[in-house]
């Protein structure tokens, strides 16, 4: 089992920063894809960007250019750096790790964000 602990979330305002991290409970980023989901009211959750264990990203086009997902293997810690942020950033963001086929297999209990316009 590994527990995905996040923090960084909080109030900002639209064209503000906030760093999200997640410190995993043991080795976990360096051996399998990790990411950021985020789930807004009424929407689909939407899988934000991800890192595999190689240090390849991937991110979903409406944060493309404003956020970047970065680790730090040796701290077991993912974070998600978002700039220009947008009141259509707001949502529970979760981190994720263990991807395979049917998802990824660690959650999360998710942290806010909320951007105000």
């Known amino acids: 089992q590994v527990q995905l602990v996040e923090s960084g979330g909080g109030l900002v305002q639209a064209g503000g920063s906030l760093r999200l991290s997640c410190a995993a409970s043991?080795?976990?980023?360096?051996?399998?894809?990790g990411g950021w989901y985020r789930q807004a009211p009424g929407k689909l959750r939407e899988l934000v960007a991800s890192?595999?264990?190689?240090?390849?990203?991937s991110y979903a086009d409406s944060v493309k250019g404003r956020f970047t997902i970065s680790k730090d293997n040796a701290k077991n810690t993912v974070y998600l750096q978002m700039n220009t942020l947008k009141p259509e950033d707001t949502a529970v963001y979760y981190c994720?790790?263990?991807?395979?086929?049917?998802?990824?297999?660690?959650w999360g209990q998710g942290t806010q964000v909320t951007v105000s316009s």
């Open positions: 994720v790790s263990d991807r395979s086929e049917s998802g990824f297999r660690y």
């Open positions: 043991r080795t976990i980023f360096s051996i399998a894809t």
């Open positions: 890192i595999t264990s190689g240090g390849r990203t």
